[in-house]
């Protein structure tokens, strides 16, 4: 069963840091590009940074400089370091996966369930 599974989302004080996991099951990631959005309440959901199967990686204009993202084949599994977070930075946090992926979040056949970040003092 084709599954991902994100982690690591909680509470946490503007300007602090968050390291978000996404393990996948069922299926080798090494082949996969890795993508992380985010979804805040009425709002669109937003890609945050990719991560291709040759190992490039790139984030949004939004989030670059604050936002990275790594992955590890041999354990399965990609994060997302988020550092610096603001209020705005509230939302639920995905991870997905494609073949061929791309900018856009009907680009994905594999999502997790989402992981909730709250950034508040």
């Known amino acids: 069963q084709v599954q991902l599974v994100e982690s690591g989302g909680g509470l946490v004080q503007p300007g602090g840091s968050l390291r978000l996991s996404c393990a996948a099951s069922?299926?080798?990631?090494?082949?996969?590009?890795i993508a992380w959005f985010r979804q805040a309440p009425g709002k669109e959901r937003e890609v945050l940074c990719i991560s291709s199967s040759d190992g490039s990686a790139h984030c949004a204009d939004s989030v670059k400089g604050r936002f990275t993202t790594s992955r590890d084949n041999d354990k399965n599994t990609a994060n997302l370091q988020t550092n610096s977070l603001k209020p705005e930075d509230t939302a639920v946090y995905y991870c997905?996966?494609?073949?061929?992926?791309?900018?856009?979040?009907?680009?994905?056949?594999?999502w997790g369930q989402g992981t909730q970040v709250t950034v508040s003092s």
């Open positions: 069922g299926f080798s990631l090494h082949f996969y590009v």
């Open positions: 997905a996966a494609d073949r061929l992926g791309g900018w856009a979040p009907d680009r994905y056949e594999h």
